[in-house]
């Protein structure tokens, strides 16, 4: 099959030449492998028994290979990331090494044999601008540069497009797969990570069925700010021995490690008037497919207004896997700019803002996610009120929607289908 270029192909085009060594980090099931095939001469599969035997036996190995040299699910052989620094140390150019792994670099590892040698880029599912459907026509990295032009475009994506593509998924292998297949493969990938990758990566799994139970309750409070004992409560309504906050603790640790769980962190910007924020984050996972799954709801439901959060009341959930839809591809887009992805609520919840995208010269870019075609004055009232508080470190005010049009208004905000946002 063809290779489908990333956005993450851009930036390993202008960082790789000069890095002696890249981790490409990432779930599983996302792409990196393919990813960093394109760039390898060399592939050390550590998936593979005999190779990976070979590797913990003799870690020179790597040293003593063709560069680039890729090491596949390096995780699986943590003696590797250090085999890699020491490489780096002792000389090796830059295109050396690329390691890919489904799971993060224990902190100790990144602080004292990774730090300034080894420099990890998040790989995620397929953003919406990659998945084919439209040619984006406003950029990110523009809006954050205040070179964007005018917002002017037309798309033919609808509403029914968005909830296929929640359901879908971006993982890529899944796209093309009739709905059954894919039901089961995403139900596989839910099992693999709880009685595989979870004990690889260090956790007892105990009861198997009490981890899956809580992340569909976190995948109910998709897009929310819901309290983990609300989640917990929500996993375990009849239950009276309940797992304690401690496990629960290790379940979303362990989780996050793994790169399912995706928590957007609560923005706390510094040298800025802003007060009385709330810390807390809202609650995503890798892929909105998965949350979808795990409550048991597809397409036709999406669009009648099935599913529900937890801590919450009823309402539209369509709504909330759209927001976790755009928050995936803004923080692709995100990366590819150097800047990085929060959300914004005062403690009182007068004010929110879907997504603040915060560039490496602070500059910021307030995203509200509309379920709708037609955007009015009050759903640009907090992006307004921002503006007031952050004056020209605001450089865009945007709402991202499921209409069929990019247009500015006449208050400067830019509306924009999902559809027609690019990086």
């Not at 090491?71 to 620094?85: A, G, K, N, Y």
Request: proline residues 5%.
């Amino acid at each position: 099959m063809t290779y489908q270029r990333r956005i993450v192909d851009d930036i390993l085009d202008e960082l790789f030449p000069h890095l002696d060594a890249v981790a490409l980090e990432g779930a599983k099931a996302v792409g990196k492998t393919e990813t960093a095939r394109q760039r390898a001469r060399t592939v050390l599969a550590l998936d593979d028994e005999l190779t990976r035997e070979s590797v913990s036996m003799r870690p020179r190995t790597i040293r003593e290979l063709e560069t680039p040299v890729l090491i596949d699910e390096w995780q699986l052989v943590p003696s590797t990331w250090d085999s890699v620094r020491r490489a780096v140390d002792d000389g090796a150019a830059g295109e050396g090494f690329l390691l890919a792994g489904s799971a993060e670099a224990p902190s100790a590892a990144r602080i004292h044999t990774g730090a300034g040698r080894i420099v990890s880029l998040r790989m995620r599912p397929l953003s919406f601008a990659e998945r084919g459907l439209e040619i984006p026509v406003v950029s990110l990295r523009a809006l954050l540069g205040r070179t964007a032009g005018e917002t002017d475009g037309r798309s033919s994506v609808e509403l029914e497009d968005y909830a296929r593509e929640i359901i879908v998924s971006g993982f890529p292998g899944l796209r093309g797969l009739p709905p059954r297949a894919r039901r089961i493969q995403l139900e596989s990938y839910i099992e693999r990570i709880v009685a595989r990758e979870l004990p690889e990566n260090g956790m007892n799994v105990r009861k198997p069925a009490s981890i899956r139970s809580w992340l569909a309750a976190y995948g109910a409070a998709t897009a929310t700010t819901a309290s983990y004992s609300g989640i917990l409560d929500a996993a375990t309504p009849a239950e009276q021995d309940k797992p304690s906050r401690i496990t629960v603790g290790h379940y979303r640790d362990y989780l996050t490690r793994v790169f399912v769980l995706e928590p957007l962190e609560a923005w706390t910007p510094a040298l800025t008037p802003l007060k009385r924020l709330t810390q807390a984050p809202k609650h995503h996972l890798v892929d909105p497919s998965l949350a979808a799954h795990l409550v048991g709801i597809e397409e036709a439901g999406l669009l009648t207004g099935e599913g529900g959060r937890a801590g919450a009341g009823a309402g539209l959930w369509l709504g909330a896997l759209f927001e976790s839809l755009v928050t995936q591809a803004v923080r692709v887009y995100a990366d590819s700019a150097e800047a990085r992805v929060y959300h914004l609520r005062t403690k009182s919840t007068e004010r929110e803002i879907d997504l603040i995208v915060e560039g490496h010269d602070r500059s910021v870019v307030a995203i509200e996610v509309k379920l709708a075609g037609t955007v009015g004055d009050t759903d640009v009232r907090h992006l307004h009120w921002l503006e007031s508080q952050i004056g020209d470190r605001l450089a865009a005010k945007v709402v991202v929607t499921t209409g069929p049009v990019a247009y500015q208004r006449e208050d400067g905000v830019h509306v924009v289908p999902l559809s027609l946002l690019g990086p």
